[in-house]
């Protein structure tokens, strides 16, 4: 057979054609694995910041408490423990998360690594699915919907956070929960409200359950706005029974997630975040107003991932791109707001438009935090404002309503004529020019910023190819083959765009990093029964100054001596106690006792440490680029007081300390009401074996030659009760924040347990609700087979 060029191209084109039968969704399995595909393969996983200081730790911890038969209530490794279940970022009844407990068996803490990887990628398609839903509840094609669906899962806002597991998954449920209110709006019969109303309820919990509070909330926010605003546009006046659905699906979705809200509940009283954030620390992370650039160029103020990122604060919380062309066609579909109602097709995308800009611009100002006097305003008189850090995280409902109004846009986009076909070819010589210029300007302009030259050039790049496509659009009267064709090419140059934009933002190191360390059994010897202690500025060095510094991803070549750095919460992984602790949530008395112990002189530091059982302090060694540890002559788990004061609050009781902390023979100190009572008994002494020691329990047989008190190091915290003697009694609260037991002379059995009436009460009201929840499942499927039989 004689091959041609014509024949060829024909072949091409017909090859090219058959793209047509392959779904658009596609692109949501396809762009995960082309983001972190390659890294999996390769053995290699996220471990940039949280992973490897908080997420994975905490797993490794709860699930060894598992394989033990024992529930993971209390992590007894930091601080001086504290509640794990009730960490709401662990996230450990997130149904999505339990496949990680398949990974952790099969390969230990390595591959419970690899699991969190994988699962942060799914939650990127998952995003962009649930975005290519709501498009399709609103109406929209198969190519509006794989737009949007792209704009929104794989926005920086997400590729950029990809370290932050419990951030992208309860971000991933946002536009599942926004098309379960659209569909509630639009439900045909009270039967088709009934069964959408149990689809609402489980989106809901499942984002009640991912872990992350604050885009929770925000979500939460962003339904009650569209609900009420699509309500109205669908409804009219008839809107108002939308709003007790909708109230009835919250509550639903709370009692579904109780075994996890109460306890967090019990554990946000008593944190440091009790009443509010900071003022500092909660506008810190302020929409940059100059990082409005990154719609168009991500990376002109630098890539942390590529080179060196030189602008405000951190690279992701001002992370906003969607892609060059999404956001083109989101600014096309401003003319449709303004324009009057063409039909009831017109009416719908007006509508939506409208809806969509709002939602963008408020969440722009409120983004933009301390640098309007909007947000400072919010912070100190409206509630739940001053709960939250980083007003940049408003961004989520800015990527919401422009994947929203790109999908739009593509549905109403037309080959373009008249104006619109000079101004598309005059954008072709212009992104010429502005990739011309960059490339001549970082050639002679030496003290440019190379990132300004590299991202101009590389908006130049993917403005043009985006142009042309543009340009390529079929008339629609074109063969449906051809215009499938047109999709495919659009959708591969919005993927070639988001690629180029995520290049180093997804940091992977080998899964050895998560192996057990060599040589620790001596690090454990020196420890003993005491714990580690890594005072607060050399782990502020250590952690953002050594290892994970804002500006560049930069650990590659020193991951070794990250893993022996035991940055907390590192030291899980090596079953080794510290004081530290470096979790959302810290019991508030622990945090004030830090607090106090930091602001001390060194003899006074040293001896309120050795109080508290510490019996190694870490040091950063700048000339040998690693740490070293100094022995420390600890007190023990356990001391013994035939002498008590007391004083009301946390704060005279920490003053007081300081002025006896040096004592051999202070008195122990309790919280209450009765000021400068003093108690004295004739000095003895006890003797404690430790009959079993688990994290939510400790049995000790105790002798004393007469009556006193018997202190622990351990957190005083609600839910902890001891038994003596098989008498259950409430621990007392000594020296501010540890535990203590009167106990007269004589042998006694006295058990610690932690054994939580939050946590009781919310898995019985979970399961009641699951169980109710099913049901009505069940009959809603029964009653749809019914009626489809019929």
Same mark, same amino acid.
């Given at each position: 057979?004689?091959?041609?060029?014509?024949?060829?191209?024909?072949?091409? +084109?017909?090859n090219?054609?058959?793209l047509?039968?392959?779904?658009?969704?596609?692109?949501?399995?396809?762009?995960?694995?082309l983001?972190?595909?390659?890294?999996?393969c390769r053995?290699r996983?996220?471990?940039?910041?949280?992973?490897?200081l908080? !997420?994975?730790?905490w797993r490794?911890?709860?699930?060894?408490m598992?394989?033990?038969g024992?529930?993971?209530?209390?992590?007894?490794?930091?601080?001086?423990?504290?509640?794990?279940?009730?960490n709401?970022?662990?996230?450990?009844?997130?149904?999505?998360s339990?496949?990680?407990g398949?990974?952790?068996g099969?390969?230990?803490?390595?591959?419970?690594?690899?699991?969190?990887?994988?699962? &942060?990628?799914?939650?990127l398609?998952?995003?962009?699915?649930?975005?290519?839903r709501l498009?399709?509840?609103l109406?929209?094609? *198969?190519?509006a =919907?794989?737009?949007?669906? %792209?704009? !929104?899962?794989?926005?920086?806002?997400f +590729?950029?956070?990809?370290? !932050?597991?419990?951030?992208?998954w309860?971000?991933?449920?946002?536009p599942w929960v926004?098309?379960?209110?659209e569909?509630?709006?639009?439900?045909?019969?009270?039967?088709?409200?009934?069964?959408?109303?149990?689809?609402?309820?489980?989106?809901?919990?499942m984002?009640l359950? &991912?872990g992350?509070?604050q885009?929770?909330?925000?979500t939460?926010?962003?339904a009650?706005?569209?609900?009420?605003?699509?309500?109205?546009?669908?409804?009219?006046?008839k809107?108002?029974?939308?709003?007790?659905?909708g109230?009835?699906a919250?509550?639903?979705?709370?009692?579904?997630?109780?075994?996890q809200i109460?306890?967090?509940?019990?554990?946000l009283?008593?944190?440091?975040?009790?009443?509010?954030?900071?003022?500092e620390?909660a506008?810190?992370?302020?929409?940059?107003?100059?990082?409005?650039?990154?719609?168009?160029?991500?990376h002109? /103020?630098?890539n942390?991932?590529?080179d060196?990122?030189w602008?405000?604060?951190n690279?992701?919380?001002?992370a906003?791109?969607?892609?060059f062309?999404?956001?083109?066609?989101a600014?096309?579909t401003?003319?449709? &707001?303004?324009?009057?109602?063409?039909?009831?097709?017109?009416?719908?995308?007006?509508?939506?438009v409208?809806?969509?800009?709002?939602?963008?611009?408020?969440?722009?100002?409120?983004?933009?935090?301390?640098?309007?006097?909007?947000?400072?305003?919010?912070?100190?008189?409206?509630?739940?404002f001053?709960? /939250?850090?980083?007003?940049?995280?408003?961004?989520?409902w800015?990527?919401?309503?422009?994947?929203?109004?790109?999908?739009?846009? #593509?549905?109403?986009?037309?080959?373009?004529?008249?104006?619109?076909?000079?101004?598309?070819?005059?954008?072709?010589?212009?992104?010429?020019?502005?990739m011309?210029?960059?490339?001549?300007?970082?050639? #002679?302009?030496s003290?440019?910023?190379?990132?300004?030259?590299?991202?101009? /050039?590389?908006?130049g790049?993917?403005a043009?190819?985006?142009?042309?496509?543009?340009?390529?659009?079929?008339?629609?009267?074109?063969r449906?083959?051809?215009?499938?064709?047109w999709?495919w090419?659009?959708?591969?140059?919005?993927?070639? *765009?988001?690629?180029?934009?995520?290049?180093?933002?997804?940091p992977?190191?080998? %899964?050895k +990093?998560?192996?057990?360390?060599?040589?620790m059994?001596?690090?454990?010897a020196q420890?003993?029964e005491g714990?580690?202690?890594?005072?607060?500025?050399?782990?502020?060095?250590?952690?953002?100054?050594d290892?994970?510094? /804002?500006?560049?991803?930069?650990v590659?070549?020193?991951?070794?001596?990250?893993?022996?750095?035991?940055?907390p919460?590192?030291?899980?992984?090596?079953? +080794?106690?510290?004081?530290?602790?470096?979790d959302?949530?810290?019991p508030?008395?622990y945090?004030?006792?830090?607090?106090?112990?930091?602001a001390?002189?060194?003899?006074?530091?040293?001896?309120?440490? =050795?109080?508290?059982?510490?019996?190694?302090?870490?040091?950063?060694?700048?000339?040998?680029?690693?740490?070293?540890?100094? =022995?420390?002559?600890?007190?023990g788990?356990?001391?013994? !007081?035939?002498?008590?004061k007391?004083?009301?609050?946390l704060?005279? #009781?920490?003053?007081?300390?300081?002025?006896?902390?040096?004592?051999?023979?202070?008195?122990?100190i309790?919280?209450g009401?009765?000021?400068?009572?003093e108690t004295?008994?004739?000095?003895s002494?006890?003797?404690?074996?430790w009959?079993?020691?688990q994290?939510n329990s400790?049995?000790?047989?105790?002798?004393?030659?007469?009556?006193?008190?018997?202190?622990?190091?351990?957190?005083?915290?609600p839910?902890?009760k001891?038994?003596?003697?098989?008498?259950?009694?409430?621990?007392?609260r000594a020296?501010?924040?540890?535990?203590a037991?009167?106990l007269?002379s004589?042998?006694?059995?006295?058990?610690?347990?932690? *054994?939580?009436?939050?946590?009781?009460i919310g898995?019985?009201?979970?399961l009641?609700?699951?169980i109710?929840?099913?049901?009505?499942g069940l009959?809603?499927?029964?009653?749809?087979?019914?009626?489809k039989?019929?």
């Amino acid at each position: 057979m004689k091959i041609t060029f014509s024949r060829i191209f024909r072949i091409a +084109i017909t090859n090219w054609l058959r793209l047509g039968k392959i779904p658009y969704s596609v692109v949501y399995f396809l762009l995960p694995l082309l983001l972190l595909g390659r890294a999996l393969c390769r053995g290699r996983v996220l471990y940039w910041g949280l992973p490897v200081l908080q !997420f994975i730790p905490w797993r490794v911890l709860a699930y060894e408490m598992m394989e033990k038969g024992i529930w993971p209530l209390w992590n007894p490794l930091n601080g001086l423990g504290s509640p794990l279940l009730a960490n709401y970022q662990l996230a450990w009844f997130y149904p999505l998360s339990w496949v990680l407990g398949l990974f952790y068996g099969l390969g230990g803490t390595p591959w419970l690594a690899w699991g969190f990887t994988m699962l &942060a990628a799914f939650h990127l398609g998952w995003a962009g699915w649930g975005m290519a839903r709501l498009l399709k509840s609103l109406g929209y094609g *198969d190519l509006a =919907q794989a737009i949007a669906g %792209m704009a !929104f899962g794989f926005s920086q806002y997400f +590729i950029a956070r990809i370290n !932050f597991f419990s951030m992208i998954w309860a971000g991933a449920w946002l536009p599942w929960v926004i098309c379960g209110v659209e569909n509630l709006i639009n439900a045909p019969s009270r039967s088709a409200l009934k069964s959408r109303l149990l689809s609402l309820v489980l989106v809901l919990a499942m984002q009640l359950l &991912a872990g992350h509070a604050q885009l929770t909330w925000y979500t939460w926010l962003l339904a009650g706005a569209w609900g009420i605003l699509r309500g109205r546009q669908v409804h009219g006046r008839k809107w108002g029974y939308l709003v007790s659905y909708g109230s009835i699906a919250l509550i639903w979705a709370v009692g579904l997630s109780l075994a996890q809200i109460l306890p967090t509940a019990e554990y946000l009283l008593t944190s440091q975040r009790s009443t509010q954030v900071d003022y500092e620390q909660a506008m810190t992370y302020s929409l940059w107003p100059w990082r409005l650039t990154g719609f168009i160029a991500p990376h002109l /103020f630098g890539n942390p991932g590529t080179d060196v990122y030189w602008g405000y604060a951190n690279y992701w919380e001002d992370a906003i791109y969607i892609g060059f062309l999404p956001f083109l066609m989101a600014l096309t579909t401003l003319r449709e &707001a303004f324009r009057s109602s063409q039909g009831d097709r017109r009416k719908i995308s007006r509508s939506v438009v409208r809806t969509a800009w709002g939602i963008v611009l408020v969440s722009i100002v409120l983004a933009l935090g301390k640098n309007t006097p909007v947000y400072p305003f919010l912070y100190h008189y409206i509630p739940t404002f001053d709960m /939250f850090q980083a007003p940049s995280r408003w961004l989520i409902w800015t990527i919401f309503g422009l994947a929203v109004l790109s999908g739009i846009g #593509v549905e109403n986009w037309q080959k373009p004529k008249g104006r619109t076909l000079y101004v598309l070819r005059l954008s072709v010589m212009a992104a010429v020019a502005i990739m011309l210029s960059a490339w001549l300007a970082r050639e #002679v302009l030496s003290d440019l910023k190379p990132s300004f030259a590299t991202a101009t /050039f590389q908006f130049g790049l993917v403005a043009l190819g985006g142009v042309v496509v543009l340009l390529a659009t079929p008339q629609e009267s074109a063969r449906s083959g051809w215009r499938l064709g047109w999709g495919w090419s659009l959708l591969a140059w919005v993927i070639v *765009d988001i690629l180029l934009a995520a290049r180093g933002l997804l940091p992977t190191l080998p %899964m050895k +990093i998560y192996e057990s360390l060599e040589n620790m059994s001596s690090l454990r010897a020196q420890v003993g029964e005491g714990r580690l202690y890594l005072p607060e500025e050399e782990e502020y060095v250590l952690k953002f100054k050594d290892f994970f510094r /804002f500006d560049r991803y930069a650990v590659e070549e020193k991951w070794q001596e990250l893993r022996y750095s035991l940055l907390p919460n590192l030291n899980l992984l090596e079953s +080794i106690a510290s004081l530290n602790n470096f979790d959302p949530l810290l019991p508030g008395c622990y945090v004030a006792l830090m607090n106090e112990i930091e602001a001390q002189p060194e003899t006074i530091k040293t001896a309120w440490l =050795q109080d508290l059982n510490v019996s190694l302090i870490e040091q950063r060694d700048e000339r040998l680029q690693r740490v070293s540890y100094r =022995q420390l002559a600890a007190k023990g788990r356990w001391q013994w !007081f035939t002498c008590v004061k007391m004083e009301p609050t946390l704060f005279s #009781v920490l003053t007081a300390l300081r002025g006896m902390i040096n004592s051999d023979t202070r008195c122990m100190i309790l919280t209450g009401t009765q000021q400068n009572l003093e108690t004295t008994w004739p000095a003895s002494e006890a003797r404690v074996v430790w009959v079993a020691d688990q994290p939510n329990s400790m049995l000790l047989e105790v002798e004393t030659s007469g009556p006193g008190w018997l202190r622990l190091s351990v957190l005083w915290y609600p839910g902890w009760k001891v038994v003596v003697d098989g008498i259950s009694r409430e621990p007392l609260r000594a020296d501010g924040c540890l535990q203590a037991v009167w106990l007269t002379s004589g042998k006694h059995s006295v058990q610690f347990v932690y *054994d939580p009436l939050s946590f009781k009460i919310g898995a019985w009201g979970s399961l009641l609700a699951w169980i109710m929840w099913i049901t009505l499942g069940l009959k809603s499927l029964r009653n749809q087979g019914l009626r489809k039989g019929s």
